[in-house]
T-cell receptor
Framework: KNEVEQSPQNLTAQEGEFITINCSYS?????LHWLQQHPGGGIVSLFM???GKKKHGRLIATINIQEKHSSLHITASHPRDSAVYIC????????????FGKGTHLIIQP | GAVVSQHPSWVICKSGTSVKIECRSL??????MFWYRQFPKQSLMLMAT?????????EQGVEKDKFLINHASLTLSTLTVTSAHPEDSSFYIC????????????FGNGTRLTVT
């Protein structure tokens, strides 16, 4: 079973700061997901990665398959970015369930 | 964009009763849907994989007779918590993806179940 480790567990930063959240996993994967969970519980899929780098607005996700490591970056952070960010990996085909990290609780202070 | 609708968003029920949670893909067909459970301050845990037209695949430790899953169509999967117990109080969330291998994953907004 894949072990997914995220760091840091908690992060508080000032508005405008550059944020990095890290994710490491133990077994080779088919895809890695970065998810955002707001206080109400709803989850939004931010990225699905199998290699390289993806960018969407102020969010950037990278993955290094050899090192089994991924990072999520937030540029020019804003209080509305405050949420729990979750890394999840899938090891099978398109119908595989995911293994989740415990999440990083991010607070951006104005 | 594609949306997964989950209903209800919260429910309170008495011990011993059953609760049904619905997960619908609104504008795409989902051959496979997934059900997860999240206890406070813990990560999501996969409970089962719901396959349209066939039996669900349950993760180890998840009682299939307690958590009944029905995936009767390509747009609807239901999770029924039978004979609910306070220990079943949790946040339940579903996800679905389209039929292509690299289709994006979409999550419902979750259901907060409280069993009294």
């Amino acid at each position: 079973k894949n072990e997914v480790e995220q760091s840091p567990q908690n992060l508080t930063a000032q508005e405008g700061e550059f944020i990095t959240i890290n994710c490491s996993y133990s077994v080779g994967i088919s895809a890695l997901h970065w998810l955002q969970q707001h206080p109400g519980g709803g989850i939004v899929s931010l990225f699905m990665l199998s290699s390289g780098k993806k960018k969407h607005g102020r969010l950037i996700a990278t993955i290094n398959i050899q090192e089994k490591h991924s990072s999520l970056h937030i540029t020019a952070s804003h209080p509305r970015d405050s949420a729990v960010y979750i890394c999840a990996v899938g090891t099978g085909g398109g119908a595989d369930g995911l293994t989740f990290g415990k999440g990083t609780h991010l607070i951006i202070q104005p | 964009g594609a949306v997964v609708s989950q209903h209800p968003s919260w429910v309170i029920c008495k011990s011993g009763t059953s609760v049904k949670i619905e997960c619908r893909s609104l504008d795409f067909q989902a051959t496979t849907m997934f059900w997860y459970r999240q206890f406070p301050k813990q990560s999501l845990m996969l409970m089962a994989t719901s396959n349209e037209g066939s039996k669900a695949t349950y993760e180890q430790g998840v009682e299939k007779d307690k958590f009944l899953i029905n995936h009767a169509s390509l747009t609807l999967s239901t999770l029924t918590v039978t004979s609910a117990h306070p220990e079943d109080s949790s946040f339940y969330i579903c996800s679905a993806r389209g039929q292509r291998y690299n289709s994006p994953l979409h999550f419902g907004n979750g259901t907060r179940l409280t069993v009294t």
